[in-house]
Protein backbone atom coordinates (compact mmCIF):
# COMPACT_ATOMS: atom_id res chain seq x y z
CA UNK A 1 0.00 0.00 0.00
CA UNK A 2 3.16 2.41 1.01
CA UNK A 3 3.95 2.21 -2.68
CA UNK A 4 0.36 2.33 -4.16
CA UNK A 5 0.35 5.86 -6.89
CA UNK A 6 3.97 5.41 -7.22
CA UNK A 7 3.66 4.85 -10.70
CA UNK A 8 5.73 1.38 -10.69
CA UNK A 9 2.47 -0.09 -12.64
CA UNK A 10 2.56 2.09 -15.42
CA UNK A 11 6.53 1.70 -15.67
CA UNK A 12 5.84 -2.13 -16.07
CA UNK A 13 3.51 -1.14 -19.17
CA UNK A 14 5.72 1.03 -20.52
CA UNK A 15 8.64 -1.43 -20.14
CA UNK A 16 6.39 -4.44 -21.42
CA UNK A 17 5.17 -2.50 -24.90
CA UNK A 18 8.54 -1.52 -25.41
CA UNK A 19 10.28 -4.41 -25.04
CA UNK A 20 7.31 -6.37 -27.46
CA UNK A 21 8.07 -3.96 -29.72
CA UNK A 22 11.58 -4.53 -29.44
CA UNK A 23 11.07 -8.09 -29.92
CA UNK A 24 9.32 -7.80 -32.91
CA UNK A 25 5.89 -8.49 -32.31
CA UNK A 26 3.08 -6.41 -34.48
CA UNK A 27 0.63 -6.19 -31.62
CA UNK A 28 -0.14 -6.65 -28.07
CA UNK A 29 -3.72 -7.83 -27.02
CA UNK A 30 -4.96 -7.98 -23.31
CA UNK A 31 -8.04 -7.99 -20.83
CA UNK A 32 -8.28 -5.19 -18.88
CA UNK A 33 -10.13 -1.84 -18.16
CA UNK A 34 -9.94 0.91 -20.76
CA UNK A 35 -9.90 3.84 -18.79
CA UNK A 36 -6.25 2.85 -17.23
CA UNK A 37 -4.81 0.86 -20.32
CA UNK A 38 -5.91 3.91 -22.73
CA UNK A 39 -3.56 5.55 -21.29
CA UNK A 40 -0.47 2.98 -23.37
CA UNK A 41 -2.45 2.95 -26.32
CA UNK A 42 -4.35 0.30 -25.84
CA UNK A 43 -8.61 0.07 -26.68
CA UNK A 44 -11.23 -1.63 -28.25
CA UNK A 45 -11.32 0.05 -31.78
CA UNK A 46 -9.92 -3.07 -33.63
CA UNK A 47 -11.09 -5.84 -31.59
CA UNK A 48 -14.31 -5.64 -32.42
CA UNK A 49 -14.00 -8.92 -34.77
CA UNK A 50 -11.34 -11.02 -32.36
CA UNK A 51 -13.55 -13.25 -29.82
CA UNK A 52 -11.83 -15.27 -26.80
CA UNK A 53 -13.14 -18.50 -25.92
CA UNK A 54 -14.93 -18.64 -22.46
CA UNK A 55 -16.38 -16.21 -20.49
CA UNK A 56 -15.43 -12.48 -20.93
CA UNK A 57 -16.53 -8.89 -21.38
CA UNK A 58 -15.72 -7.80 -24.75
CA UNK A 59 -15.48 -3.91 -24.37
CA UNK A 60 -12.37 -5.46 -22.28
CA UNK A 61 -10.82 -7.40 -24.75
CA UNK A 62 -8.28 -4.20 -25.43
CA UNK A 63 -5.14 -3.96 -28.05
CA UNK A 64 -2.41 -1.25 -29.41
CA UNK A 65 -0.53 -1.58 -32.64
CA UNK A 66 2.98 -1.96 -32.51
CA UNK A 67 2.89 -1.95 -36.20
CA UNK A 68 0.63 0.39 -38.14
CA UNK A 69 -2.17 -1.64 -39.59
CA UNK A 70 -1.06 -4.61 -37.65
CA UNK A 71 -4.78 -5.22 -37.01
CA UNK A 72 -6.52 -4.37 -40.22
CA UNK A 73 -8.79 -6.94 -41.08
CA UNK A 74 -8.27 -9.76 -37.87
CA UNK A 75 -10.81 -11.68 -37.30
CA UNK A 76 -11.48 -15.00 -36.04
CA UNK A 77 -11.02 -16.40 -32.06
CA UNK A 78 -7.72 -16.41 -30.31
CA UNK A 79 -5.98 -18.90 -29.26
CA UNK A 80 -3.17 -19.72 -27.05
CA UNK A 81 -0.06 -19.83 -29.38
CA UNK A 82 4.20 -20.05 -28.30
CA UNK A 83 5.56 -21.80 -25.67
CA UNK A 84 4.11 -23.81 -23.27
CA UNK A 85 6.05 -24.33 -19.96
CA UNK A 86 5.90 -26.76 -17.67
CA UNK A 87 4.82 -26.39 -13.86
CA UNK A 88 7.85 -26.58 -10.92
CA UNK A 89 7.93 -29.38 -9.41
CA UNK A 90 7.49 -28.49 -5.57
Known amino acids: PSLKSAGI ?3 LMRHAVAEAARLGHAAIL ?3 DAPYYGRFGF ?3 KTGSLAMP ?3 ERHRLLAVELVEGALDGVHGTLKA ?3 KLKALAA
Open 54 to 56: GPY
Open 30 to 32: LVG
Open 81 to 83: AGR
Open 9 to 11: GSA
Open 43 to 45: SAA
